[in-house]
């Protein structure tokens, strides 16, 4: 319900947007890919991963030759034993994860979703601490005549903005974890066929690397947001009263956008983060 101030009723509209945004990524961090948006996502991806199965057999018999040719350096040293069963150990280990290469990609995300789940149970947080506008700062928003309330307009309309802003980056940057994580689980069976190669082998590993990433940075987000709790537990405190209103009001905007700009850098950088501990660049 709106407190009939307009000012007022913007910056609790644009914290609310915030908020709701915070608790939205709260959830999101705890939900399997199997139920984000009912499931439906994916069944599909689950149908395309099986549908490059066949692609992936034929490319595994391609890298598989490649591979011979390039270790073997003639048929008469592929005619060893240990040379014969090292080849074949390594085909039978590259169909088994393209075959299962699903079941691969799960598990590896339970382990990251075990963590996060982890680091919210640890933290003793049950959702995100709701950022609101002090009782104090809506007093002295209320006690402003007309004339000085125009610069408060301004102020209003441009925080407002910011937070609209960041809220909108902030909700992008998780939803478009599930779009990768989607992406690289359908493609999956493609990328695991270059293990029946020794040369090739690389560009699954690589993939593998690159798969651990996306599902780790769901833990660097939610330390992000568990960081960012403990200062939306502490709200900005109201400047010296005897200062204008709209210099109160600015110094509050600005110390509000800038903790949340350094929560919404921290989960944009989160990629870059988890790739750089893994070694990826």
């Known amino acids: ?8 009723d913007n910056l609790n509209s644009s914290l609310e947007t915030w ?5 939205e990524i709260w959830t999101l961090l705890s939900t399997r890919p199997e139920d984000f948006k009912g499931g439906g996502v994916w069944d599909v991806i689950v149908n395309i991963n099986d549908g490059l199965k066949a692609i992936a057999y034929a490319l595994l018999v391609l890298f598989f030759v490649m591979g011979v040719v390039k270790v073997c350096g003639s048929f008469t040293e592929l005619k060893k034993p240990e040379m014969a069963f090292k080849c074949f150990v390594r085909f039978i280990l590259a169909q088994a994860a393209v075959s299962h290469g699903m079941e691969l990609m799960t598990a590896l995300f339970s382990v990251a979703q075990g963590a996060v789940t982890t680091i919210m149970d640890t933290s003793g947080l049950t959702a995100m601490s709701a950022t609101t506008l002090p009782s104090e700062m809506v007093t002295i928003i209320e006690d402003v005549g ?17 937070i609209w802003v960041l809220s909108l980056v902030m ?111």
């Open 1 to 8: 319900m709106g407190s009939g101030n307009w000012i007022v």
């Open 19 to 23: 908020n709701s945004k915070l608790t």
């Open 146 to 162: 007309f004339l000085e309330s125009i610069p408060l307009w301004a102020v209003t309309l441009l925080g407002s903005l910011f």
């Open 171 to 281: 909700i992008l940057t998780v939803y478009s974890r599930f779009f990768k994580l989607y992406m690289a689980t359908a493609i999956a069976p493609i990328p695991l066929s270059s293990f029946a190669g020794q040369p090739s082998s690389s560009i699954g590993v690589a993939f593998l690397k690159s798969y651990a990433a996306i599902c780790l940075e769901g833990c660097v987000i939610v330390l992000a947001c568990v960081i960012f709790s403990a200062f939306a537990s502490a709200p900005p405190a109201v400047a010296d009263q005897s200062l204008a209103a709209a210099t109160i009001v600015w110094n509050y905007v600005g110390e509000v956008v800038f903790n949340m700009l350094v929560l919404v850098g921290a989960i944009k950088m989160s990629d870059r983060l988890i790739r750089e501990l893994l070694g990826l660049g």
